[in-house]
């Protein structure tokens, strides 16, 4: 019964690292998804995906690439960070829209400390 | 667009004091809302939903939620506060009519009950 699994919890970058943050769920949702979450600044999502190889940007898409190339997995890639994406990154997921009057279910979150 | 604000970044109540936390939302058609909790060092546990039917909601740990139509509002409330329930707050809406599974959240408010 683990739902939402992501890893690592804890991560610091130095300015210009590239680095995946790993989400796995074993849930059979269709629907996942990231958000950033910043003080004052409630949770902004950065990219989402409603099935195997289907994903589309959010609100705060710009310096992230996601794939989904199984159901389970929804990885997040900084492709060069910058200080200003240090934040506590969350992975969610759903059922479908179908079956979408559920909440999302959370994982546990990472921090990122880019320096 | 939709989209979700919670005026109040604190709220402080005495232990055993009603708790009221506000939330006000847009939506282009008819909204899905849904109250989550954060504590530290954690993700986000979902509380209560509206789909609906009753505007009265009543959701895990004593929390109830009502959604007012007309003032496009979904207030959470608790009649008897607990220091336990000292923690990060959002609300989150999801427009039913588009044919996606995003929730935009509030930037959530902060609670305190003192014993």
């Known amino acids: 019964n683990a739902g939402v699994t992501q890893t690592p919890k804890f991560q610091v970058l130095k300015t210009g690292q590239s680095m995946t943050l790993q989400c796995a769920q074993d849930?059979?949702?269709?629907?996942m998804s990231w958000y950033r979450q910043d003080p004052g600044m409630g949770l902004r999502l950065i990219h989402y995906?409603?099935?195997?190889?289907?994903?589309d940007q959010g609100e705060v898409p710009n310096g992230y690439n996601v794939s989904r190339s199984t159901t389970e997995d929804f990885p997040l890639r900084l492709l060069s960070a910058a200080p200003s994406q240090t934040s506590v990154y969350f992975c969610?997921?759903?059922?479908?829209?179908?079956?979408?009057?559920?909440?999302?279910?959370f994982g546990s979150g990472t921090r990122l400390t880019v320096v | 667009a939709q989209s979700v604000a919670q005026p109040e970044d604190q709220v402080n109540v005495a232990e055993g004091n009603p708790l009221t936390v506000k939330c006000t939302y847009s939506?282009?058609?008819?909204?899905?809302l849904f109250w989550y909790v954060q504590y530290p060092n954690r993700g986000l546990q979902f509380l209560l939903k509206y789909i609906t039917g009753d505007n009265l909601v009543k959701g895990s740990y004593g929390f109830e939620a009502e959604f007012n139509k007309s003032q496009t509002s979904f207030h959470l409330k608790k009649p008897s506060a607990l220091v336990s329930d000292s923690a990060l707050y959002f609300c989150?809406?999801?427009?039913?009519?588009?044919?996606?599974?995003?929730?935009?959240f509030g930037a959530g408010t902060t609670v305190t009950v003192r014993a």
């Open positions: 849930m059979n949702h269709e629907y």
């Open positions: 995906s409603v099935g195997a190889g289907i994903t």
């Open positions: 969610a997921s759903s059922y479908s829209w179908v079956r979408g009057r559920e909440g999302y279910t």
């Open positions: 989150a809406v999801r427009d039913m009519e588009p044919n996606d599974y995003k929730l935009s």
């Open positions: 939506v282009s058609g008819n909204p899905y």
